[in-house]
């Protein structure tokens, strides 16, 4: 390989196009990871982060001088501060689950994940530090580019079509490299102690009382299975630091670390871990597949919503174009199929005027317009149950008063 | 944490990760703020304390001869004293 064709391959790997859709998916897998995480700490808050906290911030500081990203140094130390810290923190993790102001929120959750690491540094596991750097490079990622009220704004604002438009994945390169950061230097580290590498480290483990958390098989306890259990940690380890990168066998090492984590959250107490680090396998499936994947459950499930209903829009109207392009988005489920009365098989004439100004839904009793539109467009649409509820509801009001 | 329902355990995972830093002597920097913290407990602050100790209870984890493993005896020890000032109770 020469340098040019090295230099080619670099800036193909990290700045060709691509579709968004792994990292926006990360998004909202790193959104609930990070409320999961609140909400554990919650009833705790106080004991970790208050004025009144295990570790005093002078003491924390003494450890680690020097200038340090944490809120705590620079709020008042009161009871008030370090609660408002925490709802501020739990609703913009929400805002960037959903997409809300992805950047702003991607910024604040960083910020705010940074400072309660930093006000305790010992009481942090691998699965935090993973993902308080994933959400440093997430704040530089298209993560609002799909799946997010933000390009649903983006869709009535008009500044955006149904096509997602492909994006530069170097952040999310550089998160993947976190991933496999995690498991080579795990690997690193582990080969460098002897129980690793005699094999009787899950042992030690395994008899370790306050490690334990559902009862394992006796057989799985027997000396020889547990020195092959933890030779095949360190082969795993290994192979999904660097193997993964090799795009042959890279779904294999997925599953089989799929199926790792999930046997470690069974077996042993280690909250969030195992999900925090699942939560970036993600980004190593590629766009084209997630969507087949997706198309595949949409096609198994999508019928259970109802049948599909057909929208007429006059495309030639900017309003009824960007409602359409709206709900294209919001349906998820392809439960809506859309007529622009532009086109040729469009039914022409009077329902050409008819839906002029408003879109009109094609049912089996018939066309609907209106909140009857809305009301039958929301109730085949997920997403938009809430407003097929709220629709309901006053349909129901109503017909009482009436 | 063995004495804890499942679920507490996960919650509290946190209490048993900080608790492996405080035994570990580089941070005998941590155990006055410990002391401080038991002491302003509120089951505790009503009894008035004057002293505080802080202590590690241990258990080996050893090889036997056919090679399984076992826990060993318990065993514990004092690693830290503190005067309890009228000043960490406020």
Not at chain 1, 18 to 44: C, E, H, K, N
Not at chain 2, 21 to 48: F, Q, T
Not at chain 2, 70 to 83: I, L, N, T
Request: glycine share 6%; proline share 5%.
């Amino acid at each position: 390989m020469t340098a040019k064709s090295f230099l080619a391959a670099w800036n193909e790997f990290f700045f060709a196009d691509q579709s968004p859709i792994p990292i926006a998916l990360f998004r909202v897998i790193y959104g609930v990871m990070v409320i999961a995480t609140l909400l554990l700490l919650r009833p705790d808050w106080m004991a970790w982060y208050g004025p009144h906290a295990w570790v005093s911030l002078p003491t924390m500081q003494g450890i680690e001088p020097g200038p340090r990203l944490n809120l705590f140094t620079v709020l008042p130390e009161t009871y008030f501060w370090a609660q408002a810290l925490f709802w501020v923190f739990l609703a913009s993790a929400a805002c960037l689950t959903i997409g809300f102001l992805a950047r702003v929120n991607s910024v604040v959750v960083y910020l705010c994940l940074a400072s309660i690491q930093q006000r305790n540094l010992f009481i942090l596991h691998g699965g935090d530090t993973f993902l308080r750097v994933a959400g440093f490079f997430l704040i530089f990622a298209p993560a609002g580019a799909a799946f997010s009220v933000d390009r649903l704004i983006r869709i009535w604002r008009g500044r955006e079509g149904a096509e997602i438009r492909l994006r530069r994945p170097w952040a999310q390169r550089m998160i993947q490299f976190e991933l496999t950061l995690v498991y080579f230097v795990g690997f690193c580290w582990k080969v460098a102690g002897a129980p690793w590498v005699e094999g009787s480290a899950l042992s030690y483990i395994y008899h370790v009382d306050e490690l334990q958390r559902f009862p394992v098989p006796s057989w799985f306890l027997n000396p020889t299975i547990l020195k092959l259990a933890t030779w095949f940690t360190l082969v795993l380890e290994f192979a999904l630091g660097v193997l993964i990168w090799i795009k042959e066998i890279r779904y294999y090492l997925l599953a089989i670390g799929l199926f790792f984590h999930l046997c470690l959250e069974y077996s042993l107490n280690v909250p969030m871990f195992q999900w925090d680090v699942l939560s970036a396998y993600v980004l190593f499936i590629d766009a084209g597949d997630l969507q087949r994947v997706w198309n595949r459950i949409r096609d198994r499930t999508g019928t259970h919503f109802g049948e599909q209903v057909t929208v007429i829009y006059d495309g030639s109207s900017e309003r009824l174009r960007r409602i359409a392009n709206l709900l294209g988005a919001i349906d998820i489920f392809s439960r809506l199929s859309f007529v622009d009365l532009r086109d040729a098989a469009a039914p022409g004439g009077a329902r050409m005027k008819a839906a002029r100004d408003k879109l009109e839904v094609e049912t089996e009793f018939g066309p609907r317009q209106g909140l009857d539109a809305v009301r039958t467009v929301a109730s085949v649409v997920p997403l938009l149950w809430p407003v097929y509820l709220v629709l309901s509801i006053q349909k129901l009001f109503k017909l009482r008063v009436a | 944490m063995e004495q804890l329902t499942l679920t507490e355990k996960y919650s509290k995972e946190r209490y048993r990760k900080f608790m492996e830093s405080v035994l570990d002597e580089k941070n005998a920097m941590l155990w006055p703020d410990v002391a401080r913290h038991v002491a302003r407990l509120p089951e505790i602050r009503g009894g008035g304390p004057r002293k505080v100790m802080l202590v590690a209870r241990w258990s080996n984890v050893v090889r036997q001869e056919d090679g399984t493993f076992a826990r060993g005896p318990w065993d514990e020890h004092v690693f830290y004293s503190y005067d309890v000032k009228p000043e960490d109770l406020q």
